[in-house]
C-alpha cells in the first residue's frame, strides 16, 4: 500500500494544545455525516470540560507528520445490567488518511483503555449509511446492534419537555 506519509506516531493522550485541531476534525465529520451546521462546542469548551479538576471525557489522538490526523473521544457510563462501561462518542480519521491503519490503532487504544479501566463494555453508534465503519467495526469483532434506535433529547426538547411538567 503506499503511504501518503513518512512518520506515524501511536496514539496519545490529547492535550489542551491538541484541541484546536481536535475541533476541525470533529467539524470535518459533522461535514461528512452532512451536519456542517451541527457543532457548537468551542476549543474553549473541549479544555474545560476535557481537561478540567474532573474531566467528562477521554481524549486519544494519532500524529502523522507531527500533525494530529485521528481522534477517538470517550468517556464514562453506566449500565444497569452490567456496570461500568464507556462510550466511544467519536472516532475520527482526517478523511486523507484514511484505509492506512490509523483508526485501528486509535480503536486498540479505546479497548486498551477500557480494559486497564476494568469496564464491561464499550458502546457507540454508526449511521446506518456508513458501510465502510460498518464494515470495520464488525471485522474488529464489533455487534451493531441493527435493531436498536438512537433516542435523544436536543437542547429544545429538553426546555419543551421541562416547560410541559412545570
Known amino acids: 500500500m503506499h ?4 512518520h506515524m506516531e501511536q496514539p496519545r493522550h490529547a492535550t489542551e494544545a491538541d484541541m484546536p485541531r481536535v475541533l476541525e476534525l470533529i467539524q470535518a465529520l459533522a461535514d461528512y455525516e452532512k451536519e456542517p451546521d451541527a457543532v457548537e462546542i468551542t476549543i474553549e469548551d473541549l479544555i474545560r470540560d476535557g481537561f478540567g479538576e474532573q474531566p467528562k471525557f477521554t481524549c486519544f489522538v494519532i500524529e ?3 500533525n494530529v490526523e485521528g481522534l477517538a473521544l470517550v468517556y464514562p457510563r453506566y449500565s444497569t445490567w452490567k456496570g461500568p462501561v ?3 462518542e467519536d472516532l475520527i480519521v482526517n478523511e486523507t488518511f484514511r484505509g492506512h491503519g490509523l483508526g485501528t490503532l ?3 487504544e479505546v479497548v486498551k483503555y477500557g480494559h486497564s479501566i476494568g469496564v464491561k463494555r464499550i458502546c457507540w453508534e454508526v449511521l446506518d449509511w456508513n458501510e465502510s465503519a460498518i464494515t470495520f467495526y464488525e471485522k474488529k469483532g464489533a455487534n ?3 435493531d436498536w434506535d438512537v433516542v435523544q433529547l436536543d437542547e429544545a426538547g429538553i426546555k ?3 416547560s410541559s411538567i412545570n
Request: proline fraction near 0%; avoid cysteine; charge should be neutral.
Open 106 to 108: 486509535l480503536l486498540n
Open 3 to 6: 503511504t501518503l506519509f513518512t
Open 86 to 88: 464507556i462510550h466511544l
Open 64 to 66: 502523522v507528520d507531527n
Open 160 to 162: 419543551n419537555y421541562i
Open 144 to 146: 451493531v446492534m441493527r
